[in-house]
């Protein structure tokens, strides 16, 4: 009898040993669905969204779905590409989802979504923060989570966030990138190029990361690394929108026009980008070829007959760029009136966007942008106090990098700066202001003319724009993308 | 009973040897060559990934990676740790670029590194492994030796278990396809390490449990044990069940839910618990020291180890004090070991005496090589000698050639260390077996023996058992030992094999085993019997006790109370003791003997006294008649007797009463000596008494026959003549039951026997009575010769008897004076019989009576 009982002991044990290994060992189930080949497609599109290849990721989600229709994360995904329409079929199968059958993270993901779409922010906010609070470690909703900080301008929480995200899944890319891009923006250039470094590492086989890299690069002046940079994304996704554009603006920076003029020919001809970032890149190089050649009227007629926008935004330019050389060229050509008129038809149309949009969801930028226009003109009116106070105001709201600012265009912003308080009389502020952008892009503050300050001879400035806005042209939106 | 403690053993052996293999495996694995890059990091601190060194020629050194570098990053992954850095090579083959990401602190840098070879296996694995064998060994030496004691069962699997830990639980990841194996091993071992620690603690060093005394005490006790160890993989079948239910993933600290480290805690405190009470009812203070110490080892071990290792990672969400938590636990093992090796807690000194020997041995030989190659090299710097390839190997052969001396030296050393308490032992023996052979006291002995063994050996009892016919009877011991045991003669012919003295487990061993009861007849059924008799109350061991002359009887001893088994030495040095034992037994038992001879031999010669002062030194009986006597015993005593009685009452011819005659009774019991001369004495007294009122002889014997049948058959009967002369008719009235017929001597020097009664039974052999007396008439000078059997059946050296012819011949031939003087014919026939028997000693009590008539009966008023 004995026996027998030590037997089953040893029988049961074993048992349970076998079990605990299995269970331990085995993966762990967070998606639901019923097709391995559903899975596989809905991973392959989380894959691409971290390497923002937005059309693959669509893509892959779609096929996940139409493998799978019950699928619920890969419907979630696929909705943020579709349509208000196909949404909303999306969110009603979403609202008749049995949840029971879901993973924690899937259910918490459908109220999520839900939330969102019904506009229920605070509410989905708080169901991050509850859900987090009981699973701090799942690193696909902590992701979601600083998403959610960063696209709601919560900087430093977002920041917080990421850095959490990478502490518990150190390759996560999409971290290295942002957090990156914020230290690229406080002007902490050596840990953004840490990071972007980390990302580039991580993800060799990704375009963006050399794009971001490639990015800093360029804001620091090392134009031939951030060419490289820019040429290896493209070797890896040569329809990568935001390489192309950051390709032609390298090569004006360094004044290398004939490759800017090929590299806009590519980025129309292989580029995925929409037609108005494509505008914006053949608008640039129209406006620098003049810019390089000193013909001020020449830049007036650039802009006018390669810059207009129909849409009325801006003074009816693509691009904030556009809109400076517009004022700056008419200026430059005596035309007063005109540089008033893009300066008052511009805070006019931040008044309307205000008005619009709210002033929470607007940012800076464009009272960054209103800023320096109004530097300008006060320059060319000849109130260089007045403008050493527009500039200065600028050079405040402007970061090196974020959507309240582009980098390049605060370093454009500094020149100006300094050539207003050298015309103020106050050398001595000029020489300091150039030292801090020396101290960023020593080869920048180099094409500057140092004893000419009138508006004919302004240093060559960089087209700025086209830093992977999907909102606004003068915002950079999404990091890299 | 037996079958079970064999089986469980080797079921134990089996899964040992499983564990081993699995260890092997681990060990193997972790040293076969795998992918490396060249790095040497830091080790102060635990998981630090900066490069402390680049090794030449590797192919970091070729990508460029220096000294002071943080790797960030391996194979495009971020690491932190050294186990991460480990896994992510393990992917990768040897000759494989590698892409590392480095921080030299002012930038990061990727660069591309070739993979070499390299064993993963490093000095720290190699001391985890090395401590996880030798507790094997040391466990698997404890069972070999003592297979049946529950201690040493429990403790091999702890050892097994220990093994696990160390090699498989503790090896750095490799993750090959061995790894999901070991690992999960591993923390299988970890899950029931506890419940084998507490197991233990429960039962060592003495078992704090009640003994098991019924059936249902035992389940009792199959109970607990099954639920203590059941508890831990039924936590752990709890959290993932509950934790699939819920669909969250199991969270795991260090491999295990926290859940069961929390269960490990509670078994741990439980274990120091019982572990605290038990080396409370140790009696000796080397118990005590040793128990303490395994408390301590295990308290500082295990605390670290659980507040490190469990409660930080689970309530910090950190594991960077993991290392500091595990280290401490080594603790656990090495104070096992030292209070086993120093304490004697277990048996296991031999093997470790032996490793240590020749580790110092290797140490110092190896300490002396180095000091002589530098010393060399130092002497002969710049010269042609310093560079000769042939001084090392000179050295070395000199080392070869001190090894040995070397190593008697250090003999002396750890022997001492090891042999401490046997050296204690073997002279605490020596001394009892003086004070045995100075004091050969049987009280003595047997008191020395039970009490004081115990104490020297660490004994819980010890007792003797002495030989009584065919028995074995308890002289001293614990009232719970049988007071009489069986002497089957297989236990004897199997201890006679092995020196007097064994264990019983040898003796139960099985019949293909060398030193068990083989055989299947009764004899060695029997010994089987009491042998697992004896086991089942606790008996461990049993020595023969014989002297040159004879077997004396059986010493049977308990346990030892640190759960140790007997060492061959142990048992050598016990048999020299109860050598001189049983010398001194003997001694003690001849001598108590003697004495007991010596008072009895007083007591006979009391009692002959006695006797002789019974019998009647000048006998008258009647007027007319000469009387003579002898009685002489064979012994000291005897058992024939000579009483006077008074005589039947008669009348003369003339009507007058006879004046107050005599008769002699003279008798002869059966049986002689002590018991003979019992019945002697109470055959006078009854004859006495009852002639006090009965005077005719009839109804005198009908009543005395009657009495000493009552004595019993068993008590003897009496043969008896009775004579009585009678003074007025001149008669000779006589009985005779069971006596020869007396002779009557005529005064011509004829003889004829005397008619013989028809019934002559011996008194007392039968119930009835019905003895007649006779009458003859005696004429004067006439003479009637009663004897008893003693005479005629006097025996000569050749056997021939004396017998009634050569009675009446030697009557014959007696000179007339002689033969017409009772007491000269009496004197006559008594040497006739001596010298017939040519001093040989006499067999049987002799008695002789002569009446002689000397005149007519006188007449009425003559008195």
Redesign the interface.
Same mark, same amino acid.
């Given at each position: 009898m004995k026996r027998i009982a030590l037997a089953l002991v040893a029988l049961l044990v074993v048992a349970a040993i076998g079990a605990a290994a299995y269970i331990l060992t085995r993966p762990e189930r967070v998606w639901t669905t019923s097709s391995e080949q559903a899975r596989v497609e809905f991973e392959a599109c989380l894959d691409n969204i971290s390497r923002y290849y937005t059309r693959d990721a669509r893509e892959h989600c779609a096929r996940a779905v139409e493998l799978d229709p019950d699928f619920v994360a890969a419907q979630i995904y696929l909705a943020r590409y579709l349509p208000p329409e196909q949404r909303k079929e999306i969110v009603e199968s979403l609202r008749r989802t049995d949840l029971d059958r879901l993973s924690p993270r899937e259910r918490f993901l459908v109220r999520f979504a839900l939330a969102r779409e019904e506009g229920r922010h605070p509410e989905a906010r708080e169901m991050l923060d509850a859900y987090l609070e009981e699973h701090p470690d799942d690193p696909h909703v902590l992701h979601i989570s600083c998403r959610d900080h960063w696209d709601s301008d919560r900087w430093r929480e977002a920041e917080a966030c990421f850095d959490r995200l990478i502490e518990t899944d150190p390759n996560r890319v999409e971290a290295h990138n942002l957090l990156g891009y914020m230290a690229m923006g406080r002007g902490w250039f050596d840990q953004a190029e840490d990071l972007f470094a980390t990302y580039r590492y991580i993800a060799p086989d990704q375009a963006n990361p050399h794009d971001s890299m490639g990015e800093l690069l360029m804001l620091t002046g090392r134009y031939e690394e951030a060419a490289a940079e820019f040429d290896r994304a493209l070797e890896i996704r040569a329809d990568f929108c935001p390489a192309w554009q950051h390709r032609v603006e390298t090569a004006l920076l360094s004044g290398d026009l004939p490759t800017a003029r090929e590299a806009a020919e590519l980025t129309a001809e292989r580029s995925a980008c929409r037609p108005a970032k494509i505008q914006q890149t053949v608008c640039s190089v129209a406006i620098w070829e003049q810019v390089l050649a000193d013909d001020w009227p020449g830049v007036r007629k650039a802009v006018e007959e390669s810059c207009r926008t129909p849409s009325g935004d801006l003074g009816g330019y693509v691009s904030g760029e556009a809109l400076v050389f517009a004022q700056r060229a008419a200026l430059a050509t005596g035309d007063l009136t005109e540089g008033r008129r893009l300066v008052e038809e511009s805070r006019a149309f931040g008044e309307e966007l205000e008005g619009r949009i709210g002033a929470d969801h607007m940012g800076d930028g464009f009272q960054g942008l209103l800023a320096h226009l109004e530097g300008a003109l006060a320059l060319g009116e000849g109130k260089p106090r007045a403008a050493v106070e527009a500039f200065a105001r600028a050079d405040e709201i402007f970061a090196y990098w974020g959507q309240d600012g582009l980098g390049t265009f605060k370093l454009f912003n500094l020149v100006n700066l300094a050539a207003a308080q050298e015309a103020a009389g106050d050398s001595a502020a000029a020489a300091a202001t150039l030292r801090t952008l020396d101290g960023v892009n020593p080869r920048f503050a180099r094409v500057a003319p140092g004893t000419d300050w009138s508006l004919g001879t302004l240093p060559r400035t960089p087209p700025g724009t086209g830093r992977g806005s999907d909102r606004a042209p003068f915002s950079l939106g999404p990091a890299g993308r | 009973m037996s079958k079970?403690r064999i089986e469980l053993p080797r079921l134990l052996l089996a899964f040992g040897i499983l564990a081993f293999v699995l260890a092997g495996l681990s060990i193997v694995d972790l040293f076969l060559p795998r992918p490396y890059d060249g790095v040497v990091l830091e080790t102060d601190t635990p998981n630090d990934l900066t490069v402390r060194e680049v090794v030449s020629g590797s192919g970091a050194a070729r990508a460029g990676v220096r000294p002071g570098d943080r790797i960030?990053?391996i194979d495009?992954?971020?690491v932190?740790s050294t186990a991460q850095a480990a896994t992510l090579l393990g992917r990768r083959s040897i000759g494989d670029e590698v =892409?590392y %990401?480095l921080?030299d602190g002012?930038?990061?840098?990727?660069v591309s590194v070739e993979l070499g070879r390299r064993q993963l296996g490093g000095l720290t694995y190699v001391f985890a492994g090395l401590l996880g064998v030798s507790f094997f060994l040391v466990g698997s030496f404890v069972l070999l030796r003592a297979p049946g004691r529950r201690a040493s069962r429990v403790f091999f699997v702890v050892c097994t278990l220990f093994m696990l830990f160390l090699i498989c639980r503790l090896r750095p990841a490799s993750y090959s396809w061995v790894d999901?194996l070991v690992l999960?091993t591993g923390?299988?071992a970890l899950?029931?390490l506890p419940a084998s620690f507490l197991h233990f603690f429960l039962i060592f060093p003495r078992p704090i449990l009640p003994p098991l005394r019924s059936h249902g005490s035992r389940q009792s006790r199959?109970a607990l044990l =099954?639920t203590i160890?059941?508890v831990p993989? %039924?936590v752990? =079948?709890g959290a993932?069940f509950r934790h699939?239910r819920?669909?969250?993933?199991?969270p795991?600290v260090s491999g295990a839910p926290a859940a069961n480290w929390w269960v490990l805690a509670l078994y741990m405190l439980l274990g120091l618990v019982a572990l605290a009470a038990n080396s409370r009812t140790v009696v000796t203070p080397r118990e005590r020291r040793g128990a303490l110490l395994v408390f301590f080892g295990s308290l500082f071990g295990l605390v670290p180890f659980l507040v490190l290792a469990v409660a930080f990672p689970e309530r910090l969400h950190t594991e960077a004090f993991l290392y500091f938590g595990v280290l401490p636990l080594t603790l656990v093992p090495l104070t096992f070991a030292y209070a086993i090796v120093r304490f004697q807690l277990m048996d296991v000194r031999v093997l470790l005496q032996k490793s240590l020997l020749y580790t110092l041995t290797t140490a110092v030989i190896t300490a002396v090589y180095a000091l002589g190659i530098a010393s060399f090299d130092g002497l002969f710097r710049g010269t042609r000698l310093a560079g000769s390839a042939y001084s090392p190997l000179l050295l070395a052969l000199a080392i070869v050639l001190l090894f040995e001396p070397l190593r008697q030296r250090i003999q002396g050393p750890v022997d001492r260390f090891f042999h401490a308490e046997r050296y204690r032992l073997q002279q605490a023996l020596v001394d009892l077996g003086e004070a045995f052979a100075a004091h050969p006291d049987l009280g003595t002995v047997v008191r020395e023996l039970v009490d004081e063994l115990p104490r020297l050996m660490g004994l819980d009892f010890a007792a003797l058992y002495l030989v009584r016919g065919d028995r074995l009877e308890r002289a001293a011991g614990p009232a719970t030992l049988p007071i009489a045991l069986a002497d089957p003669p297989a236990l004897g012919r199997a201890l006679e094999l092995q020196s007097g003295i064994a264990r019983l487990e040898r003796l139960l061993a099985p019949d293909d085993e060398p030193g068990g009861l083989g055989g299947g007849d009764a004899d060695v059924r029997d010994a089987r019997e009491l042998l697992e008799r004896l086991a089942e109350v606790g008996v461990e061991g049993i020595a023969t006790l014989a002297s040159p002359r004879r077997r004396l009887g059986l010493v049977v001893l308990s346990a030892k109370t640190g759960q140790v088994s007997f060492e061959p030495e142990e048992l050598e040095l016990l048999a020299g003791l109860l050598h001189q034992v049983a010398i001194a037994l003997e001694t003690s038992l001849l001598l108590e003997e003697r004495t007991r001879q010596a008072e009895l031999e007083r007591e006979l010669e009391i009692a002959a006294s006695i006797q002789r002062s019974l019998l009647p030194r000048a006998v008258e009986l009647a007027p007319g008649w000469e009387v003579a006597v002898e009685c002489r015993p064979a012994r000291h005593v005897g058992g024939d007797f000579l009483v006077r009685l008074p005589g039947p009452e008669s009348h003369g011819p003339d009507g007058h009463d006879d004046p107050d005659t005599g008769a002699l009774a003279y008798g002869d019991v059966s049986g002689k000596s002590v018991s003979g001369a019992l019945v002697m004495m109470a055959a006078y007294e009854i004859l006495s008494s009852l002639a006090m009122t009965a005077r005719d002889p009839e109804r005198l014997m009908t009543l005395a026959n009657r009495r000493l049948h009552r004595l019993g058959e068993r008590r003897g009967f009496v043969a008896l003549g009775y004579l009585a002369p009678l003074a007025c008719s001149g008669e000779l009235v006589y009985l005779l039951a069971g006596q020869p017929a007396p002779l009557l001597v005529h005064a011509d020097g004829s003889l004829e026997e005397l008619p013989l009664p028809d019934h002559r039974l011996p008194l007392g052999a039968m119930g009835m009575g019905g003895h007649r007396s006779l009458r003859v008439t005696v004429e004067p000078g006439d003479l009637v010769l009663g004897y008893s059997d003693g005479l005629i059946e006097a025996q000569r050296s050749d056997g021939e008897f004396f017998g009634t012819e050569r009675l009446m011949d030697t009557v014959r031939d007696l000179p007339e004076d002689v033969r017409r003087c009772p007491r000269e014919l009496v004197r006559a026939i008594r040497g006739a019989v001596e010298r017939f028997g040519a001093g040989r000693d006499p067999y049987d009590d002799l008695t002789l009576v002569a009446l002689k008539k000397t005149e007519n009966p006188p007449r009425s008023g003559a008195y």
């Amino acid at each position: 009898m004995k026996r027998i009982a030590l037997a089953l002991v040893a029988l049961l044990v074993v048992a349970a040993i076998g079990a605990a290994a299995y269970i331990l060992t085995r993966p762990e189930r967070v998606w639901t669905t019923s097709s391995e080949q559903a899975r596989v497609e809905f991973e392959a599109c989380l894959d691409n969204i971290s390497r923002y290849y937005t059309r693959d990721a669509r893509e892959h989600c779609a096929r996940a779905v139409e493998l799978d229709p019950d699928f619920v994360a890969a419907q979630i995904y696929l909705a943020r590409y579709l349509p208000p329409e196909q949404r909303k079929e999306i969110v009603e199968s979403l609202r008749r989802t049995d949840l029971d059958r879901l993973s924690p993270r899937e259910r918490f993901l459908v109220r999520f979504a839900l939330a969102r779409e019904e506009g229920r922010h605070p509410e989905a906010r708080e169901m991050l923060d509850a859900y987090l609070e009981e699973h701090p470690d799942d690193p696909h909703v902590l992701h979601i989570s600083c998403r959610d900080h960063w696209d709601s301008d919560r900087w430093r929480e977002a920041e917080a966030c990421f850095d959490r995200l990478i502490e518990t899944d150190p390759n996560r890319v999409e971290a290295h990138n942002l957090l990156g891009y914020m230290a690229m923006g406080r002007g902490w250039f050596d840990q953004a190029e840490d990071l972007f470094a980390t990302y580039r590492y991580i993800a060799p086989d990704q375009a963006n990361p050399h794009d971001s890299m490639g990015e800093l690069l360029m804001l620091t002046g090392r134009y031939e690394e951030a060419a490289a940079e820019f040429d290896r994304a493209l070797e890896i996704r040569a329809d990568f929108c935001p390489a192309w554009q950051h390709r032609v603006e390298t090569a004006l920076l360094s004044g290398d026009l004939p490759t800017a003029r090929e590299a806009a020919e590519l980025t129309a001809e292989r580029s995925a980008c929409r037609p108005a970032k494509i505008q914006q890149t053949v608008c640039s190089v129209a406006i620098w070829e003049q810019v390089l050649a000193d013909d001020w009227p020449g830049v007036r007629k650039a802009v006018e007959e390669s810059c207009r926008t129909p849409s009325g935004d801006l003074g009816g330019y693509v691009s904030g760029e556009a809109l400076v050389f517009a004022q700056r060229a008419a200026l430059a050509t005596g035309d007063l009136t005109e540089g008033r008129r893009l300066v008052e038809e511009s805070r006019a149309f931040g008044e309307e966007l205000e008005g619009r949009i709210g002033a929470d969801h607007m940012g800076d930028g464009f009272q960054g942008l209103l800023a320096h226009l109004e530097g300008a003109l006060a320059l060319g009116e000849g109130k260089p106090r007045a403008a050493v106070e527009a500039f200065a105001r600028a050079d405040e709201i402007f970061a090196y990098w974020g959507q309240d600012g582009l980098g390049t265009f605060k370093l454009f912003n500094l020149v100006n700066l300094a050539a207003a308080q050298e015309a103020a009389g106050d050398s001595a502020a000029a020489a300091a202001t150039l030292r801090t952008l020396d101290g960023v892009n020593p080869r920048f503050a180099r094409v500057a003319p140092g004893t000419d300050w009138s508006l004919g001879t302004l240093p060559r400035t960089p087209p700025g724009t086209g830093r992977g806005s999907d909102r606004a042209p003068f915002s950079l939106g999404p990091a890299g993308r | 009973m037996s079958k079970r403690r064999i089986e469980l053993p080797r079921l134990l052996l089996a899964f040992g040897i499983l564990a081993f293999v699995l260890a092997g495996l681990s060990i193997v694995d972790l040293f076969l060559p795998r992918p490396y890059d060249g790095v040497v990091l830091e080790t102060d601190t635990p998981n630090d990934l900066t490069v402390r060194e680049v090794v030449s020629g590797s192919g970091a050194a070729r990508a460029g990676v220096r000294p002071g570098d943080r790797i960030v990053g391996i194979d495009r992954a971020i690491v932190r740790s050294t186990a991460q850095a480990a896994t992510l090579l393990g992917r990768r083959s040897i000759g494989d670029e590698v =892409a590392y %990401l480095l921080d030299d602190g002012e930038s990061r840098r990727e660069v591309s590194v070739e993979l070499g070879r390299r064993q993963l296996g490093g000095l720290t694995y190699v001391f985890a492994g090395l401590l996880g064998v030798s507790f094997f060994l040391v466990g698997s030496f404890v069972l070999l030796r003592a297979p049946g004691r529950r201690a040493s069962r429990v403790f091999f699997v702890v050892c097994t278990l220990f093994m696990l830990f160390l090699i498989c639980r503790l090896r750095p990841a490799s993750y090959s396809w061995v790894d999901t194996l070991v690992l999960s091993t591993g923390t299988g071992a970890l899950l029931f390490l506890p419940a084998s620690f507490l197991h233990f603690f429960l039962i060592f060093p003495r078992p704090i449990l009640p003994p098991l005394r019924s059936h249902g005490s035992r389940q009792s006790r199959w109970a607990l044990l =099954a639920t203590i160890y059941l508890v831990p993989p %039924l936590v752990l =079948a709890g959290a993932i069940f509950r934790h699939h239910r819920s669909g969250e993933p199991l969270p795991l600290v260090s491999g295990a839910p926290a859940a069961n480290w929390w269960v490990l805690a509670l078994y741990m405190l439980l274990g120091l618990v019982a572990l605290a009470a038990n080396s409370r009812t140790v009696v000796t203070p080397r118990e005590r020291r040793g128990a303490l110490l395994v408390f301590f080892g295990s308290l500082f071990g295990l605390v670290p180890f659980l507040v490190l290792a469990v409660a930080f990672p689970e309530r910090l969400h950190t594991e960077a004090f993991l290392y500091f938590g595990v280290l401490p636990l080594t603790l656990v093992p090495l104070t096992f070991a030292y209070a086993i090796v120093r304490f004697q807690l277990m048996d296991v000194r031999v093997l470790l005496q032996k490793s240590l020997l020749y580790t110092l041995t290797t140490a110092v030989i190896t300490a002396v090589y180095a000091l002589g190659i530098a010393s060399f090299d130092g002497l002969f710097r710049g010269t042609r000698l310093a560079g000769s390839a042939y001084s090392p190997l000179l050295l070395a052969l000199a080392i070869v050639l001190l090894f040995e001396p070397l190593r008697q030296r250090i003999q002396g050393p750890v022997d001492r260390f090891f042999h401490a308490e046997r050296y204690r032992l073997q002279q605490a023996l020596v001394d009892l077996g003086e004070a045995f052979a100075a004091h050969p006291d049987l009280g003595t002995v047997v008191r020395e023996l039970v009490d004081e063994l115990p104490r020297l050996m660490g004994l819980d009892f010890a007792a003797l058992y002495l030989v009584r016919g065919d028995r074995l009877e308890r002289a001293a011991g614990p009232a719970t030992l049988p007071i009489a045991l069986a002497d089957p003669p297989a236990l004897g012919r199997a201890l006679e094999l092995q020196s007097g003295i064994a264990r019983l487990e040898r003796l139960l061993a099985p019949d293909d085993e060398p030193g068990g009861l083989g055989g299947g007849d009764a004899d060695v059924r029997d010994a089987r019997e009491l042998l697992e008799r004896l086991a089942e109350v606790g008996v461990e061991g049993i020595a023969t006790l014989a002297s040159p002359r004879r077997r004396l009887g059986l010493v049977v001893l308990s346990a030892k109370t640190g759960q140790v088994s007997f060492e061959p030495e142990e048992l050598e040095l016990l048999a020299g003791l109860l050598h001189q034992v049983a010398i001194a037994l003997e001694t003690s038992l001849l001598l108590e003997e003697r004495t007991r001879q010596a008072e009895l031999e007083r007591e006979l010669e009391i009692a002959a006294s006695i006797q002789r002062s019974l019998l009647p030194r000048a006998v008258e009986l009647a007027p007319g008649w000469e009387v003579a006597v002898e009685c002489r015993p064979a012994r000291h005593v005897g058992g024939d007797f000579l009483v006077r009685l008074p005589g039947p009452e008669s009348h003369g011819p003339d009507g007058h009463d006879d004046p107050d005659t005599g008769a002699l009774a003279y008798g002869d019991v059966s049986g002689k000596s002590v018991s003979g001369a019992l019945v002697m004495m109470a055959a006078y007294e009854i004859l006495s008494s009852l002639a006090m009122t009965a005077r005719d002889p009839e109804r005198l014997m009908t009543l005395a026959n009657r009495r000493l049948h009552r004595l019993g058959e068993r008590r003897g009967f009496v043969a008896l003549g009775y004579l009585a002369p009678l003074a007025c008719s001149g008669e000779l009235v006589y009985l005779l039951a069971g006596q020869p017929a007396p002779l009557l001597v005529h005064a011509d020097g004829s003889l004829e026997e005397l008619p013989l009664p028809d019934h002559r039974l011996p008194l007392g052999a039968m119930g009835m009575g019905g003895h007649r007396s006779l009458r003859v008439t005696v004429e004067p000078g006439d003479l009637v010769l009663g004897y008893s059997d003693g005479l005629i059946e006097a025996q000569r050296s050749d056997g021939e008897f004396f017998g009634t012819e050569r009675l009446m011949d030697t009557v014959r031939d007696l000179p007339e004076d002689v033969r017409r003087c009772p007491r000269e014919l009496v004197r006559a026939i008594r040497g006739a019989v001596e010298r017939f028997g040519a001093g040989r000693d006499p067999y049987d009590d002799l008695t002789l009576v002569a009446l002689k008539k000397t005149e007519n009966p006188p007449r009425s008023g003559a008195y």
